[in-house]
């Protein structure tokens, strides 16, 4: 048993039960210094992958360890610690303190960084399972909010079904196969295609990929905002990671991309043009996501190690702008009767002008304006696309992004150029707030221009 | 010399970020100003040092950026480009001059001013592709908030419809962009980004072709060239006057640099073979957008009507496959900055003490503004191609040199040309003369108007000085274009 490969996610869980013993034996009072305490888990998993070997396996193979998976699960750390660093003054704020959020968002993410490191269908579902039941927990968890309980009710639906069908997946994947491995698989069977669309669709529906993305709108609005954040981010970063490993065994597949194709092409339109209709910014963001799921699908559409590289790194700047933007969100959502609808960020620059400056920041990244790193990502994408010969699918990429300016835009008009009057007190921004902000911020910028700071680190 | 070149393009930056951060009003207009004149005098400085008879670009600086993908730091300047660039330096530091009395947050308006000056002067200057599109894309946010901060009643409006023209022909731009650069990865095994490195392939035609379009795409929506022109007018309309002056001197611009600059070089079988294509686009660009411009009575969307007919030369003039027709068309461009943003001053300042664009609303101005009347007068020679002024050069280059290998052509577009003079004149006449429509009302209130001020005559003295030069003494100026017509034109 090599131990050395399990190191982050040990310690993570170790993290785990020594904030949930501390748990036991503290009051609401000290719900803040358990956050912070659980925030400082994720930092000591992320030092400790500096420890491990690689390539490597574990846990009689099931477990795998490449500089692909560290980097993954760096991202994950990080992006975990900065929601727990971040998402204390919001709970205290609507008076809905649960000391149990403090480890939630760890076990999440500890299903995740397993999800990564998956060689194995059963491996897979019970990380993916371990992830999505934490995650049913924290959209629920906001006292007496409606809206949070249908959200989680309706996830946790939607997602039962996902699950099913991942089952269902791998249930046929071992009868064509002969076993739950994944493992080069060259024979065109009726069986492994059924195996793959059904695998394909579960990981989808956790993407929020259209069809399969009917949770994502009520889930991201109905959840608390820092939870909304967390959802965005950190499992995204995962499953595409997860979906770039998984593409090396079943690429060959006839059906592979004409599926993928659809997939992406349905997210990327739908979502497109449904946030139009919009009149919540969190629901219109809901649906960006969606969008960018059917972005990132087009680079899982053909085995090209240019393509999956370009794909990471979108996948990874797009996590660091979304936890950002609903960062800000929650920051101003601490004010008294603030909902989120696109008439509240009326004139928000003249009350807030750097947090809504950064805002802006934020959503002309998602619209892939250069200097901002989202831009690179898009260029890679591109760049990979037409190097496969797809560029019908680029040409679809480059006319939905189009489409898409004009939402993100109409958010920026309402906070920079009209004029609002002023309901709302102003809201202190916490120091765990600001910080993850202005990080996710300076990523953005920073490895816009220096692109390869993080690019060289993607090895396929 | 090379460094100059590279403070010039980062001055501006710094700059921009310095103002932002200040609270005091004054320190920051004298920053801003102080910024754009040195910059203005490191331009002029290199373009006065530029050895025309030397061949290629010059101050060049190449930094290793992004290694994997092929990416450098690479700038330097051409005939062309050196001549926009001080066309552009000049510009910027008669904006700046021009709203030394802006009073709504000049900070935050001198800042996004000096942000799209770097932005300007990087697209002029960068030559290699990923460089040249985070400058090209990056005036696109500092332009949004000019238009929509300080912009007239439907601001908003005409903020997004520039926001979303540009960005659709920008990301076709891309595209092709990335079009390129594989085909000189899939061709060489070495991913690049560089222009140089493209210069030298030639590419199959269905690739010229497919990237001729995309890339044309991209630049015809800025240009703006007919029917993707539409977002000019209103922007124009909307956005303050110095927001103005910027757009129709310098941005425009960048579209006809970039036919020149690439399209022509890299794809020189599909621009031959799109002539017919792009010569009907220009010549309803002069003929149909002059007849628009004849039908308004808002003075500013009269302007920006002639300035998309103006482009229309422009673009004739660079495909007409003759050094004469290109080195007009190149010309042109310098031209066209120069009379547009004299134009465009003489209508913000008609706006500022009257309130209004309308020609019903002015008439018998000449009275009581004499010395706007007389500049008013001259910008407007100069857009018209009056000889002795800038624009005239241009015309007779484009003409002459369009003639010799399409005459129809350039005999339809030449009659065109003429309603220039047709929509200008109307409108200094019902603008300035048209005493009789002076009512009782109207003379009571203008008896007191106030003539240019000091900062506006500096303003359009630089302006109007430079075309005169260029009008009266082209060889230089001839000289320094002809640089780079010869490269493109392979000769």
Known sequence: MNWNALL?????????????????????????TLTYISAFVPVFAFFSLFF???????????????????????????????????????????????????????????????????????????????ASIGMYLMVSLLKDEYTSKEAGFKYLLIGAVGTSTLALGSTFYYASTGSLFFREYRDENTLFTLAMFLIISALALK???????????????????????????????????????????????????????????????????????????????????????????LGISVADPQLQRALLFYVILYAFASLGSFTIMSALEKKEGFSHHILDYRGLFKEHPVLSSLFALFLFAFIGIPPMALFVGKLGLFIGLVNSFLLPLALAFVIAS??????????????????????????????????????????????????????????? | MENLLNLAIFLPLVGAIAVALVRREMFSKILSLGISTLV?????????????????????????????????????????????????????????????????????????????????????????????????????????????????????????????????????????????????????????????????????????????????????????????????????????????????????????????????????????????????LSLVAIIY??????????????????????????????????????????YMMIAHGLSSAALFMSAGFIYDRIHSYHMDDLGGLARYLPKLAVLFMISGLAGIGFPGLAGFVAEFLVFLGTYKNFPVWAFIAGVGVVLSAAYFLYMYKRVMFEEETLSEYRIEKWKHLKDLETHHMLSFFLIIALAFIMGLYPYPFVKVIEHTSKYVLGG
């Open chain 1, 8 to 32: 982050p996610d040990i310690t993570l869980s170790l993290g785990i039960l020594i904030v949930f013993v501390l748990d036991l034996f503290s009051t609401k009072r000290h719900y803040r």
């Open chain 1, 52 to 130: 491990v070997e690689y390539p490597a396996k574990s846990f009689f193979d099931l477990y795998k360890v490449s500089s692909l998976t560290l980097l993954g699960k760096a991202v994950l750390y990080v992006l975990t610690s900065l929601v727990l660093f971040s998402m204390h003054e919001y709970y205290e704020k609507k008076v809905s303190v649960y000391t149990e959020l403090s480890y939630l968002p760890l076990l999440s993410t500890l299903g995740l960084s397993l999800l990564i490191s998956s060689a194995n269908l059963v491996l897979l579902f019970l990380s993916l399972e371990l």
């Open chain 1, 207 to 297: 993407a929020s990929a259209v069809p399969y993305h009917f949770w994502t709108p009520d889930a991201y609005e109905g959840a608390p905002t820092p939870i909304t954040g967390y959802l965005s981010s950190v499992p995204k970063v995962a499953l595409y990671f997860l979906l770039v490993d998984l593409l090396s065994y079943f690429y060959h597949v006839k059906q592979w991309l004409i599926l993928v194709a659809i997939i992406s092409l349905l997210s990327m339109f739908y979502a497109n043009i449904v946030a139009y209709a919009q009149r919540s910014v969190k629901r219109l963001l809901a649906y960006s996501t969606i969008a960018h799921a059917g972005y990132f699908f």
């Open chain 1, 402 to 460: 189009i489409v898409s300016a004009g939402y993100y835009l109409r958010v920026i008009v309402s906070m920079f150029l009209e004029e609002g009057e002023k309901r709302y007190p102003p809201t202190r921004v916490s120091g765990g707030e600001a910080l993850t902000i202005l990080l996710c911020s300076l990523i953005i910028l920073i490895l816009g221009i220096f692109p390869h700071l993080l690019y060289d680190l993607i090895e396929l």
């Open chain 2, 40 to 280: 203005f005098l490191i331009v002029a400085y290199l373009f006065l040092n530029f050895n025309w008879q030397a061949q290629g670009f010059q101050y060049i600086t190449k930094l290793n950026w992004i290694p994997s993908l092929g990416i450098s730091y690479h700038v330097g300047v051409d005939g062309m480009a050196i001549s926009l660039l001080l066309m552009t330096a000049l510009v910027f530091l008669v904006a700046i001059i021009w709203s030394w009395r802006v009073e709504d947050r000049p900070n935050l308006y001198f800042s996004l001013f000096l942000l799209l000056e770097t932005a300007c002067l990087g697209v002029f200057s960068a030559l290699d592709f990923f460089l040249f599109y985070l400058f090209w894309e990056g005036m696109l946010i500092p332009m949004y908030f000019i238009i929509g901060l300080w912009g007239h009643d439907r601001k908003v409006y005409a903020a997004n419809k520039f926001f979303i023209y540009t960005f659709f022909g920008s990301v076709f731009l891309l595209l092709g962009l990335a079009s390129i650069v594989v085909y000189g990865y899939v061709m060489t095994g070495k991913l690049s980004f560089d222009y140089m490195f493209h210069l030298g392939f030639s590419y199959p035609f269905w690739l010229q072709t497919a990237a001729f379009l995309l890339f044309g795409l991209g630049f015809a929506v800025k240009i703006p060239m007919w029917p993707v022109h539409t977002w000019l007018p209103d922007a124009h309309v909307e956005a303050p006057t110095a927001g103005s002056v910027v757009l129709a001197a310098v941005l425009l611009k960048m579209g006809t640099f970039g036919f020149v600059r690439y399209s022509l070089p890299l794809f020189p079988d599909a621009s031959k073979y799109f002539i017919p294509l792009i010569f009907f």
């Open chain 2, 289 to 330: 957008t002059a007849m628009m411009a004849i039908a308004q009575t808002h003075i500013k969307r009269l302007i920006a009507y002639s300035s998309i007919s103006h482009m229309g030369v422009v673009t004739l003039g660079t495909f007409a496959m003759d050094l004469n027709a290109l080195n007009g068309a190149i």
